[in-house]
């Protein structure tokens, strides 16, 4: 693992004249291409979840793709999207199966869905409550409506949620939304909570997004049985580098740096040069890898699809 102030200064040289925010957005373009390139240890995890005996997850922000996952200590296996449409498949969530799986759901903008119609608040820093810093949430009410704000005599799609330093009473004048389908913030110094209160007055957080966080999204899955836990092997994201402080998932500077200077020579429409150092960056990063990994193969797993085993015990 690197650290962004350990290239820094070589970067800069690579690159000549430039300011912070160039030299940073070429470090992590580096870093990006490098671990497309390789199954780089560094970006896979893993992260035990406590579902509360529900079948929805929504997944931590640096989780990018999940590998595996096993329901309450039972292995599962993976359905893309496409599952419900499938001819042989159960639908859209239609009945029970014999077999533990989990299904992919797409992105969302909050950590959990509404129970039912409420009222938005933020809470945010005192710094960030500003005109500047806004939490704009789109979606739909409890007539299934899209909602719609008034902005300087405009319409305008979407909701501007007040915020404030701590939990507060929502607007009075707020809408109820049913379901929010995305969110959108300003770039702001801290944290920012998004709470809904229903009728009742019970209110729950639904989303914490970090400063940098513009159009937040969160994967989220669906096991197919309630269960207490479930625990994930995935891949992370590569985030964008902003300080010296920051973490490179890399093990080898040397790669980051021939990288960097693919990267020139392609600015420069040097394509040929611009190859053979990348080609040389991801040699030495996979050399890293090997000269790290421990000796192991993969064990075979099997799938009973013949008709001679019970149904229960097939893929569905």
């Not at 409890?142 to 007040?162: E, K, L």
């Not at 040069?273 to 192991?296: C, G, H, R, W």
Request: aromatic fraction near 8%.
């Amino acid at each position: 693992m690197l650290l962004v102030s350990d290239v820094y200064d070589e970067v800069r040289r690579v690159m000549g004249q430039c300011d912070d925010a160039s030299t940073f957005n070429r470090i992590s373009d580096a870093t990006e291409i490098l671990c497309n390139k390789t199954d780089i240890d560094p970006l896979i995890g893993w992260v035990d979840i406590n579902t509360a005996g529900g079948r929805a997850i929504t997944l931590p922000r640096e989780v990018d793709t999940v590998l595996a996952l096993n329901i309450s200590g039972v292995p599962s296996f993976p359905r893309d999207r496409w599952a419900e449409f499938h001819l042989n498949g159960k639908g859209t969530d239609i009945g029970p199966s014999c077999n533990k799986y989990w299904d992919d759901k797409g992105d969302f903008p909050v950590f959990v869905d509404p129970a039912s119609p409420v009222q938005l608040t933020g809470v945010a820093l005192a710094a960030d409550i500003t005109d500047e810093a806004e939490l704009w949430v789109y979606g739909y009410d409890i007539n299934d409506q899209r909602i719609f704000s008034t902005v300087d005599g405009a319409t305008v799609d979407g909701y501007r949620v007040v915020l404030t330093e701590s939990p507060a009473a929502p607007d009075p004048s707020a809408p109820f939304f049913k379901r929010i389908t995305e969110v959108r913030k300003s770039t702001t110094k801290g944290f920012v909570s998004l709470y809904g209160s229903n009728e009742d007055s019970e209110t729950a957080l639904l989303g914490q997004y970090e400063p940098f966080e513009t159009l937040p999204k969160y994967r989220r899955l669906l096991i197919s049985t309630e269960a207490c836990w479930v625990r994930i092997q995935f891949r992370r994201k590569v985030f964008r580098v902003t300080t010296q402080t920051d973490r490179i998932p890399l093990h080898s500077r040397y790669a980051l740096m021939l990288m960097c200077k693919a990267l020139q020579k392609f600015d420069d429409d040097k394509i040929e040069e611009a190859q053979v150092y990348e080609d040389k960056a991801v040699k030495l990063l996979i050399e890293k890898q090997n000269a790290s990994n421990p000796p192991v193969s993969p064990s075979i797993q099997v799938s009973p699809l013949s008709t001679l085993v019970d149904p229960c015990e097939r893929l569905t």
